[in-house]
């Protein structure tokens, strides 16, 4: 991957189909462009949760449907955007200063997120205003 790209996309990962199984591989900084320091799961969503709902000043993010299907709404400040992820062969790439919010969890969904950084609570906006405002 020669470019981090600016705005949040979706990415195509590999895919080995076999008639034994389909295989798909994720390396840092070739698939996706950050080296990879955190991984964590959502799984068990009840039906009509959200969650997300902050930006982070930093950490990028990659995040897959390994299960089911959900909707990942992002904002940059200026303009949203809704992506459906419903395929474990390709995810979305958030970069830093983006608000997300993920909603619309079918049953029995697994979101896996590849993260930049590890957890650190200082690098959230949690509040839209506030992220808003440090947008300007
Ligand atoms: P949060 O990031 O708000 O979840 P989501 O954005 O997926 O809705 O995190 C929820 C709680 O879990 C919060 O108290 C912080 C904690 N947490 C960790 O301790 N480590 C982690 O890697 C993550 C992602 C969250």
């Not at 320091?37 to 039906?47: F, H, I, K, S």
């Not at 809704?82 to 697994?110: A, C, D």
């Amino acid at each position: 991957m020669k470019k981090t790209p600016k705005a949040a996309c979706v990415i195509d990962l590999p895919k080995i189909a076999d008639h034994r199984g389909n295989l798909t591989f994720i390396e840092g900084n070739r698939h996706i462009p950050f080296l990879i320091q955190r991984v964590y799961y959502l799984y068990d969503v009840p039906a009509g949760a959200m969650r997300g709902g902050h930006a982070h000043k930093k950490l990028q993010q990659f995040i897959i449907a390994a299960s089911g299907s959900f909707t990942v709404v992002v904002d940059d400040g200026r303009k949203r955007k809704k992506f459906f992820l419903n395929r474990p062969h390709y995810g979305l790439f958030i970069p830093q200063m983006v608000w997300r919010e993920l909603e619309n969890f079918s049953s029995g969904s697994i979101c896996v997120v590849l993260a930049s950084e590890v957890y650190e609570e200082s690098d959230y906006y949690r509040s839209y205003k506030r992220f808003l405002r440090a947008l300007k």
